[in-house]
C-alpha cells in the first residue's frame, strides 16, 4: 500500500509540471491556434493526501469574418483517496465579424457535468452581441450580452433530482493584459440570471496569471470559481503548472 501510495504522489507531481502548450499569433498566414496543457495542486501531510488537476484542451480557427472556437477541460480531484471533483465542460463558439470591427456576433453551445456542483448534465445554447472596449497589443477588454436557453439535471439533497429548462440573459467580460511580453493576465466572467426565476443564478469566472521565463518556458497559476444560486453551490480552484509553447 505505501509504495502504491508514493506511486500515486510521483504521478500526480508529473502531471502538474507536465504541461504542453502550442499555438499561433493569428496573421494572414497564420490563423489556428491549439492548446493542450495541465495544472494542479497537490498536498500531502501526515493525516491527508489531497490533490486537485485542471486539464484543458482548446482549438481555434481565425478568419477574417468568422472565428471558431472549441475548449473542454476536465477538473478531478481527491482527499485522502475520497473523490471531491469529477467535473467536464465543453464549449463551441462562432464569432461574426469579430476580427473586422469592434461590434460583432456571438453563438455559442456549452455542455457541463459536474460531481462537485451536483450537475447530471447542463446543455445551453444562444446568440448575443458583443463589443471591444479596448483593443490593442497591451491591453483587450471585451464585453457581450445575449440570451441563451438551458436544458438540465440538478441533484441536490433539498430539491432532489430537479429536470428543467430555462432561458437566461448572459453577460461576459473577457480581459488580457500584456506587459513587457513577459506577464500575461487572462481572464473571463459570466453572470447568467434566469429570466423568469430572480434566484436562478449562474456565475463562472476563471483567471490565469503567466510569467515567461523563456519564449518557449512559462510558468502559470490559475483561479476558477462557479457559482449556482438555486441550489447554494459552488467551487473553486487554485492550480499552478508549467507551460511549454511554440509557435507556428
Known sequence: MRSKSYRRWIFSILVILTT????????????????????GAFNKTNDLKSYVLNNAVKFTISKKAVSFHTAHSWIYGQQSDVKINNDFS??????????????????????????????????????????????????????????IFEKGNLTDKVLGDRNYDVWRNSARVKYRWVLSDIFILDGSAFVQPSITTSH??????????????????SV?????????????????FVTYGVVLERFF
Open 20 to 39: 504542453s502548450a502550442v499555438h499561433a499569433q493569428f496573421n494572414d498566414s497564420t490563423n489556428h491556434y491549439i492548446y493542450v496543457g495541465s495544472t
Open 220 to 236: 502559470t497559476s490559475s483561479v476558477t470559481y462557479n457559482r449556482i444560486t438555486l441550489t447554494e453551490r459552488e467551487n473553486l
Open 90 to 147: 465543453s464549449v463551441v463558439e462562432l464569432d461574426f465579424l469579430k476580427n473586422k470591427r469592434r461590434f460583432y456576433y456571438w453563438a455559442m453551445g456549452t455542455f457541463d457535468k459536474s460531481y462537485s456542483l451536483k450537475i447530471d448534465y447542463r446543455f445551453q445554447g444562444g446568440l448575443g452581441v458583443g463589443y471591444y472596449v479596448i483593443d490593442n497589443p497591451e491591453w483587450i477588454i471585451l464585453l457581450s450580452d445575449g440570451f
Open 200 to 217: 436562478d443564478t449562474i456565475i463562472k469566472s476563471s483567471t490565469t496569471l503567466s510569467l515567461k521565463l523563456k519564449k518557449w518556458l
